[in-house]
């Protein structure tokens, strides 16, 4: 069976500066591309970039993976645009990826609304904009243009995307005008095929912990709560930072903070890396710390688990079962002891606590991939979109 659908995304492969959303929807084209006729519609260069992506046919269909893209110039995205692109494939379903963006969200949607798409359904993926740590971020604007969109109906009859029953609650509590039963919840998809080993650097007990974070570097993924955290442990560590400097105040802050650590903290910046050298990278570590202020999902939990590493993070994204499986903590972000402490014990550590723990991280990342019920949540988001269209 051939569905069109129809996916806008300002960024996506080969890019991958934008983290997670661009691996939502690449895994969900390899994972569903032999059901669903994905075609995508993307920005012509990655995330901070001001160059076009090297090779890349520009305004012209490629076949990338199991997907049909279409590259835009910043120029060439105009609403005009975006229209005739869409009488040309005549989808399904368009599924659009963030309530803020405007480059394609808010064009698209001014488009619905002037009557120019007819009743093709819209599915929109918030993408975890409305936890309270993403939301508290340009707050007065963002609840200013919120308060515009309900009164014009901008964002009236979509069908919305969470990715668990947290994310549904913050969407609700953000947006008064959207109803519980228009949200459907449909977790991201991990890459199935990927070669899960637990074969890692061990540490000699006594050693500084290796301690990493790898996330873009702004002030939602909370690297400065980090530092502070680390300002608190007595234990050695060496502490490595990986992503890229996507607000360069906020880095010059994190600067300053690394600047006052005590001298048992040792602090690493390798800047950042390509999609196909994360998993070395984060098996030569013990541990994993993201204090992130707020995800849908987080695809470098995952990758942290993948690669056996026990994973220090934050109550805002969907992965608090990690402590039931005793592969990792989620504390709130309203004391930083906690996290200091689980610091300070993982240092504490043998040799074959680490390893019990990396394959006990290893296998739950496994069942997490192979979860068919993630699988058919996604299938069933579009297959009741489109079935509901033609009812």
């Not at 600047?259 to 602090?267: D, Q």
Request: some cysteine; aromatic content about 10%; charged content about 25%.
């Amino acid at each position: 069976m051939l569905l069109v659908r129809h996916g806008l995304r300002k960024y996506y492969l080969p890019g991958y500066r934008a983290g997670g959303p661009i691996r939502t929807l690449s895994n969900m084209v390899d994972r569903l591309g032999n059901e669903l006729d994905f075609r995508v519609v993307t920005l012509d260069r990655d995330a901070g970039s001001n160059e076009s992506y090297r090779g890349v046919a520009q305004g012209k269909w490629s076949n990338v993976g199991k997907a049909k893209v279409v590259y835009l110039s910043p120029q060439n995205s105009s609403m005009s645009q975006l229209v005739k692109i869409f009488h040309e494939v005549g989808p399904e379903v368009v599924y659009l990826n963030s309530f803020f963006d405007k480059t394609f969200t808010q064009r698209v949607l001014w488009s619905r609304f002037q009557r120019k798409l007819g009743n093709v359904p819209v599915v929109l993926a918030p993408r975890g904009e409305f936890s309270m740590g993403a939301l508290g971020l340009k707050r007065a604007k963002k609840t200013i243009y919120i308060h515009l969109a309900k009164a014009i109906g901008l964002y009236r009859g979509l069908i919305w995307q969470a990715s668990s029953e947290h994310e549904r609650k913050d969407i609700c509590r953000s947006l008064d005008f959207v109803s519980e039963d228009e949200i459907r919840i449909a977790m991201n998809l991990a890459p199935l095929d990927e070669e899960l080993s637990v074969e890692r650097k061990p540490r000699t007990f006594g050693d500084p912990l290796q301690v990493c974070f790898l996330s873009r570097i702004s002030p939602k993924k909370n690297l400065d709560f980090a530092l502070k955290v680390l300002a608190r442990v007595k234990v050695p560590v060496n502490f490595t930072i990986y992503g890229t400097k996507e607000v360069p105040f906020y880095w010059e802050k994190c600067e300053s903070l690394i600047s006052l650590l005590p001298p048992n903290i040792k602090v690493n910046y390798e800047g950042e890396m390509y999609p196909f050298e994360v998993s070395r990278a984060l098996k030569s570590h013990d541990l994993f710390f993201f204090p992130t202020r707020g995800e849908n999902y987080g695809h470098v939990i995952h990758e942290a688990l993948s690669a056996g590493l026990p994973v220090l993070i934050s109550d805002q994204t969907p992965w608090n079962d990690i402590v039931k499986e005793k592969v990792g903590w989620t504390y709130p972000l309203n004391s930083m002891e906690p996290f200091a402490a689980v610091i300070e014990e993982v240092h504490g550590w043998n040799t074959d606590k680490h390893e019990e723990i990396a394959h006990r991280a290893v296998l739950y990342a496994r069942d997490k991939a192979n979860d068919t019920d993630v699988l058919a949540s996604n299938r069933d988001l579009f297959m009741n979109a489109i079935v509901g269209t033609k009812a």
